[in-house]
Every structure is written in C-alpha cells, then in structure tokens.
C-alpha cells in the first residue's frame, strides 16, 4: 500500500509541475494572444466577439512588446537588490542554476545561456575569498526529456573551467524548480551549521528566490548578476528623440522575452503568497 501511495505522490507531484509550466503560458503575452486568435477562429461568425478577441491579442503583443512596458517591468524587480558590496564574506555560495545547456550533439561540451552569468559570477567571487563553499543547485524535469547531465553537474564542470576546485563544491541535483533549489539547498545549509549564505542567481529571479530560502527558515545575502536593464539603458528609455520613441513604441521579440521573464517572476510570487 505504501508503494501504491508513493507512486500516487510522485505523479501528483509531477502533474502539479507540469501545470504550474503549462498553464502560465496562456497569461504571457504571446501565448494569451494566440489562445485569443484560435477563440477567434472558432467563434469568427460572431462577428462582435471575434474583433473583440482579435483587439485583445493585438494589445497583448503591442503592450507586451514594446520597451517601455518591458524595461519598466523588468527594472522593477531588478533594481531590488544592490549589486553585492567589497568585503563581504560568507559560509557559502549558493548558485541557482538555470545558467547552462547540456553537452547534447552537436554541442561540443557544456554550453551557457542568457543567464550564464550566474556561473561565471560564482566563480569570481570564490576566488576573491567571498566563501570556501559553493553550492550548485539544479535537476532536470523528467517529462523535458532525457538528459545525461543535471544542470548542478553541467554547472560545476564551467566552475571547475574557471578555476574553481572540485572539493570547493557541493552538488543538489535533485530540484526542478526554484522552490525546490530552496527547500533542498536549505537543508545542505543547515546539516553544515552555516549561517552567512550567499545567493547568486539572475536580478529578475532574485526577488523570488530570497523569499523561497526565507520561507525555508534561510536568510541569505543577495549577490544579484545577469542585469538585463542598467541605469543608463533605463535613462536613455525617455529620450525625446523621435526615433527612439519609434523603436521602443513598436513590439520586438527581444522585449516580449523580457516581459515573459518578469511576468514569470511576478506570477511566482502571487503562487506563492497564496499557498502561505
């Protein structure tokens, strides 16, 4: 019976993953707006009611897309916390993965991605003496498909790329997503009695991640990396020039991206101060 249990527990458990991926994806822009596009299809007779839903997914791409909306909404999670000041110095660096792509063919070994950063911002900060430790946090979905590697493995094979010896690190496999890089990350902290932790993940994702670990009886100090707005780039977002209002006023697949991210970011919080 227990295994009956258990077996009913891990699909529960993957169900339960499977929507919180899948059905956020009809809220971002470009996946409310084609749900509004096929409603349209379906109901085109109803002449009224299909333009409205057009109207709508128009508004989705042209809101979502353009760089005031996107850097705005980015920016206010990313200016949240400070870039890590000198001299401070911890137990442990915790990284959050998300950084890295897998050695799959036709790639030649390991390889980063937008949020690379992380990694190599680790690395740096271990070999200024910021903490002898460093935890890499990360595991695959089973459902994505398989993969030989956990981001946490993918990620100490750039860390030890960039100088960082393998004794120095600790790998958590185990997670498939930030909830989980808290919740088993937290237990490493606690079994080791340590109590300055520091956390690298991007900007964007550090308002929620410090209020996973903090949730799971951690406070950490944020090393935030991987800003994708800086204050120049914001300054210049208000430029009067004509050309620049026509370029951030007409949606960009790069801003859509953008938006998605934050909306993400935004969208896990609100879970997770429903479920408390």
Do not use: C
């Not at 002449?47 to 353009?66: K, W």
């Not at 890295?100 to 200024?128: C, H, K, M």
């Not at 932790?197 to 950490?220: D, Q, Y």
Request: glycine letters at 8%; aromatic letters at 10%; proline letters at 4%.
């Amino acid at each position: 019976m227990d295994g009956v249990h258990r077996a009913q527990s891990e699909y529960n458990g993957s169900m339960t993953l499977f929507l919180s991926k899948l059905l956020p994806l009809f809220i971002y822009p470009v996946g409310l707006a084609g749900l509004l596009l096929l409603m349209a299809l379906v109901l085109w007779k109803k002449t009224n009611l299909t333009r409205f839903f057009v109207l709508i997914a128009f508004l989705a791409i042209f809101v979502g897309g353009n760089r005031w909306v996107s850097m705005s909404i980015v920016r206010s999670l990313e200016s949240r916390y400070a870039p890590l000041a000198e001299n401070i110095h911890g137990d442990v660096i915790v990284v959050l993965g998300g950084g890295t792509d897998p050695q799959q063919y036709p790639r030649p070994t390991v390889e980063v991605n937008g949020a690379g950063d992380r990694i190599f911002y680790a690395a740096s900060l271990y070999r200024l003496g910021v903490a002898d430790q460093v935890i890499l946090t990360g595991g695959n979905i089973e459902w994505q498909g398989e993969v030989s590697s956990t981001p946490a493995e993918d990620m100490a094979v750039l860390m030890r790329f960039s100088g960082v010896p393998s004794d120095a690190l600790i790998l958590q496999g185990e997670s498939a997503n930030t909830a989980e890089d808290a919740a088993f990350s937290a237990q490493i902290i606690k079994e080791n009695g340590w109590q300055r932790v520091i956390l690298v993940t991007s900007a964007l994702h550090m308002p929620r991640s410090v209020a996973l670990f903090k949730e799971m009886g951690v406070e950490v100090i944020p090393a935030p990396t991987d800003f994708i707005i800086t204050d120049q780039a914001y300054a210049d977002l208000f430029s009067s020039r004509w050309e620049n209002i026509a370029i951030n006023l007409l949606p960009t697949a790069s801003s859509l991206k953008s938006t998605t991210s934050a909306l993400k970011e935004y969208i896990g919080m609100l879970v997770n101060t429903i479920g408390d």
